[in-house]
């Protein structure tokens, strides 16, 4: 739905009438054709809604729905032949509104009860816009802080306390990398630090066959990681 309330259909119908009725130096009614009576210009009628390409959706913000009315033009009396020639001038000049000729078919107008006449096919694109969800309000004045960074250091070794060489040691997520000396001992730098909230320090080590994560505590001096081997 739009701003004032109208929907998708009502929006574009609004917007074609206002371009014909500008186009054909008169008001066009919107209604089916008519025969008879008072009759005597063109009318508009909403025909058909057909399927339009859409697009994938990806995230929290979802695509509109599109899709395409496909609108009848038809004269109704004399008068409706010099305004139906203004509109295809008009149509196909400005290139505003594509014209479709292909409104001849005799089952038309055989199910609207009317004689065949001129007329025009008339598509429009319409999409049904999905609103963005609100964020949530702030409810308290926001507060900046900057983390601070910081370096861990510590050793890797195996079940019977020897040092392990050459295993890489690693900070997920960032660019922070090293591999053991030959004492086991490592150094990593850049690791972010948060002292009114810590938390563990999950490191990824790899080497000798083995691939492990390790929750350590980036408070203590010095780290001590022991690597097994899987058990069988």
Same mark, same amino acid.
């Given at each position: 739905?739009?701003t004032?309330?109208?929907g998708?259909?009502?929006?574009?119908?609004t917007?074609l009438?206002?371009?014909l009725a500008?186009a054909? $130096?008169?008001?066009v009614?919107?209604?089916?054709?008519?025969?008879?009576?008072?009759a005597?210009?063109?009318?508009?009628w909403p025909l058909?809604?057909?399927p339009?390409?859409q697009?994938?959706s990806?995230?929290?913000?979802?695509?509109?729905?599109?899709f395409?009315?496909?609108?009848l033009?038809?004269?109704?009396?004399p008068? $409706?032949l010099d305004?139906?020639d203004r509109?295809?001038?008009a149509?196909?000049?400005?290139?505003?509104?594509?014209?479709v000729l292909e409104?001849g078919?005799?089952?038309?107008?055989t199910?609207?009860g009317?004689?065949?006449?001129p007329?025009?096919?008339?598509?429009?694109?319409?999409?049904?816009?999905?609103p963005?969800?609100?964020?949530?309000?702030?409810?308290r004045p926001l507060?900046?802080?900057?983390?601070?960074?910081?370096?861990l250091?510590?050793?890797?070794?195996?079940?019977?306390d020897?040092?392990l060489a050459?295993?890489?040691?690693?900070?997920?997520g960032?660019p922070?990398t090293?591999h053991?000396?030959?004492d086991?001992?490592f150094?990593?730098?850049?690791v972010p630090?948060d002292?009114?909230?810590?938390?563990?320090?999950?490191?990824?080590?790899?080497g000798?066959?083995?691939v492990l994560?390790a929750?350590?505590?980036?408070?203590e001096?010095d780290i001590?990681?022991?690597?097994a081997?899987?058990?069988?």
């Amino acid at each position: 739905m739009t701003t004032d309330g109208r929907g998708p259909i009502e929006t574009a119908t609004t917007a074609l009438a206002t371009w014909l009725a500008g186009a054909a $130096g008169q008001a066009v009614p919107i209604g089916p054709p008519r025969t008879g009576g008072d009759a005597d210009g063109l009318t508009l009628w909403p025909l058909e809604l057909r399927p339009a390409r859409q697009t994938r959706s990806s995230g929290a913000v979802r695509e509109p729905y599109r899709f395409t009315i496909r609108y009848l033009l038809c004269v109704t009396g004399p008068a $409706g032949l010099d305004r139906l020639d203004r509109v295809l001038t008009a149509a196909t000049s400005d290139g505003s509104y594509p014209v479709v000729l292909e409104a001849g078919d005799a089952t038309l107008w055989t199910a609207f009860g009317a004689a065949p006449r001129p007329a025009l096919l008339i598509d429009v694109p319409a999409q049904v816009d999905h609103p963005t969800p609100a964020a949530p309000p702030v409810l308290r004045p926001l507060r900046l802080r900057q983390l601070g960074v910081r370096t861990l250091a510590g050793r890797v070794v195996g079940p019977e306390d020897q040092p392990l060489a050459a295993m890489r040691v690693e900070l997920p997520g960032s660019p922070s990398t090293t591999h053991t000396d030959s004492d086991g001992r490592f150094l990593i730098v850049g690791v972010p630090h948060d002292p009114e909230h810590p938390a563990p320090v999950r490191l990824r080590l790899a080497g000798r066959g083995l691939v492990l994560t390790a929750d350590v505590d980036a408070d203590e001096d010095d780290i001590v990681i022991v690597c097994a081997p899987p058990t069988h």
